[in-house]
């Protein structure tokens, strides 16, 4: 096994972010699938905006551009007098949109009627430094607040969601076990990036036919079913029959239950985390630049 390969399968995002709390679905299919997701307010998105443009968030994003992503928990060449130099050089910018976050539906893999192929995960914006670097600073709804959990080097989530709207509009979304990241558009789910045409092919699927693709792949692993209740993890692989277009191994979804309000890690990894402005975030480097 590669070390990207390692690397993927131990920062794998749960299929269904912990807390769902969704039982095993029937396996029949809906009739007609219900399709995208509910959007989420504007006036939600503006509030999650405010919370990264606070002094504190960006003064950590700096830190997390002038350490390359590095953790806290490790060692730099540079000491700190250096390091705070060059995470005030950085001058962190937000760029583009403040942009939800849409990944893979419980109820739609399990085949429940209307349910969406996505739901809203957490939010995302773009924060760029001088030098070029790209992180996202993702946020999610706590009562009445949004808070910062997660600082994450580059800008996938971002750039996914703009080239979906670039080139014809539709609801971006991420397939976490297998890293791919698709556009729902006129019913059809089409890849956005490399995974995913492995995954659909070229031209998509019809969203009913990606239903039936992700249920052969990830029903039985669903929460509350046996391989839940076994307590099983890791070693999981996509059955070669299972894909459109080609042979994909991906690592095992962790489907268990829990509190989380976050996917555990975003696929690509998790290389270290520290408390960013009490809020309990995650920085997080990825592994390896990936584009469609």
Known sequence: MTDLSKARRAAVTALLAAGLGLALAPAAYADEPAGAPAPVPAADLAQARDAVQSPAVLDKVGHFFA???????????????????????????????????????????????EAPVAKAEFTVSKVVAADGQAASVWTVRQGDAWRVVNIASGGDESDYAAKAATSGGGTAFHEPQVNAWYVLRDGRVLPLDDEARRSVGADGVSLAAYQKLVHQRYGDKLPGSAYDRAGKGGGYQVDAAANVAANVAA?????????????AVTAGAALGATALVGAGAVLRRRAGARRG
Do not use: H, M, N, W
């Open 67 to 113: 350490r390359k992503g590095v953790p806290p928990t490790e060692q730099l060449t540079i000491g700190a007098a250096e390091e705070a130099q060059a995470a005030s050089a950085a001058a962190p910018q937000l760029a583009g949109d403040t942009v939800p976050v849409y990944t893979l539906d419980a109820g739609f893999v399990a085949g429940t009627p």
């Open 251 to 263: 690592p095992e979804p962790a489907l268990g239950g829990g509190g989380s309000v976050l996917p």
